[in-house]
Structures are given as C-alpha cells and as structure tokens.
T-cell receptor, first 113, second 117 residues
Framework: AQSVTQLDSQVPVFEEAPVELRCNYS??????LFWYVQYPNQGLQLLLK??????LVKGINGFEAEFNKSQTSFHLRKPSVHISDTAEYFC???????????FGAGTRLFVKA | DTEVTQTPKHLVMGMTNKKSLKCEQH?????MYWYKQKAKKPPELMFVYSYEKLSINESVPSRFSPECPNSSLLNLHLHALQPEDSALYLCASSQVGIPTGRDNEQFFGPGTRLTVL
C-alpha cells in the first residue's frame, strides 16, 4: 500500500521569502507524484506532477518539486512567495496502474506581508 | 475539451431531500471517480467506474448512489443524507479503465460543495 506524509501542517512565511513544503511517500512499486493547491472554498488545482523522466519538475505559479527516489521525497519549492500563494497544499501519490490517489494531510501555507 | 466539469457548484439540501450531483468529461476517458473531501481534510475515494461499470465501492453508505449513464457522464444520487455528509464532492477521470495501465493519471473537476441541513 502507498502512503504520503506531509511533514508540516502549517508553514508561515514572509512575502518574497523562499519556501519548501515537505512530502515523503512510501511505496514498494512505481508511483506517480502530484502536488495540488486548494484555495479557500475552492476545488483542487494541479500544481505539478512527476510521472517519469527528469526528477526536477516545474509547475504553475513558479513552483517546482524534485523527485528523490532514494529518500522517497517530493518536496515542493518556490524561491519567492506572494500573499496570493496562501492556500492549502496537498501532496498525493498514485500507484502506476492503480486506481486510488492517496493524499497527504495537507500543509497550510500562510504568507505574511 | 480537456477538463472535467461538475454541476452544481453549490448545493444545500435537507435530510429528506433527494438530489443529484453531475460530472462530465469529454476526453474519452474510460474511468471516472468520486472523491469526498471533508473540511480541513484530504480527499478520500468513494467510487470508481470503469468502462461504465462500478468497479470499486470504498464501503460508502447506501444513501450515496452512483450512476454512469454513458462514458462521459457520472452522477451521484443523494438521498436521506446526514449533516455529517456535508463536504466537497470531487469527480475525476482517467484515460484507462481498471485494470489500469500506466496512463492512469486522474484529472479532477472543481467539485460540488454540499451542505446538508
């Protein structure tokens, strides 16, 4: 079975500072990895995904993530955050050939002026 | 068309009402999913339809009744819900059905926010 651990439930950061949201996963088989953002009272928006190939994945809104197979991590980074990045961020894993996307508990990013 | 659409965006219903949520995709995907997301929690899988047949039911109460009339449309019929069923209901689709191949990335719709009074 797969599992996802988001190591921080909340991350407060000042505007224009860099941020890293941490995600570790557990799986004995090949997986796809995703980061989603959810703004208050809205649905999920895909930020980026790792399916195969280059381990550094670039997404929307200036976010990027690096797949590290040896450390089973998929941390999300942004070099300079904006107030508008305040949202809930979910890391998710889907077994290649599976049917259930498993989500982490979420990390609340709070950007302060 | 590369998106999953869901209607309505918001729904308020009483415990004795019968209502339905609708999900549509025109990407030719052969698997469709319902997820439920309670407030401040991650989404959790409810049902999977593959090639228009129910393949997975994650022990969901019978007051939730899914239906897949055709390969593009997925409904979730609601009856005698409880206030604790209030949540965001997300629909998703993926290219291949079950058993899946590697092209099983799921594409999510915007969700229907359900409030049960």
């Amino acid at each position: 079975a797969q599992s996802v651990t988001q190591l921080d439930s909340q991350v407060p950061v000042f505007e224009e500072a860099p941020v890293e949201l941490r995600c570790n996963y557990s799986s004995s088989v090949s997986v796809y990895l995703f980061w989603y953002v959810q703004y208050p009272n809205q649905g999920l928006q895909l930020l980026l995904k790792y399916l195969s190939g280059s381990t550094l994945v670039k997404g929307i809104n200036g976010f990027e993530a690096e797949f590290n197979k040896s450390q089973t991590s998929f941390h999300l980074r942004k070099p300079s955050v904006h107030i508008s990045d305040t949202a809930e961020y979910f890391c998710a894993v889907l077994r290649a050939g599976g049917f259930k996307t498993i989500f982490g508990a979420g990390t609340r990013l709070f950007v302060k002026a | 068309d590369t998106e999953v659409t869901q209607t309505p965006k918001h729904l308020v219903m009483g415990m004795t009402n019968k209502k339905s949520l609708k999900c549509e995709q025109h990407m030719g995907h052969r698997a469709m999913y319902w997820y439920k997301q309670k407030a401040k929690k991650p989404p959790e899988l409810m049902f999977v339809y593959s090639y228009e047949k129910l393949s997975i039911n994650e022990s969901v109460p019978s007051r939730f009744s899914p239906e897949c009339p055709n390969s593009s449309l997925l409904n979730l019929h609601l009856h005698a819900l409880q206030p604790e069923d209030s949540a965001l209901y997300l629909c998703a689709s993926s290219q291949v059905g079950i058993p899946t191949g590697r092209d099983n990335e799921q594409f999510f719709g915007p969700g229907t926010r359900l409030t049960v009074l």
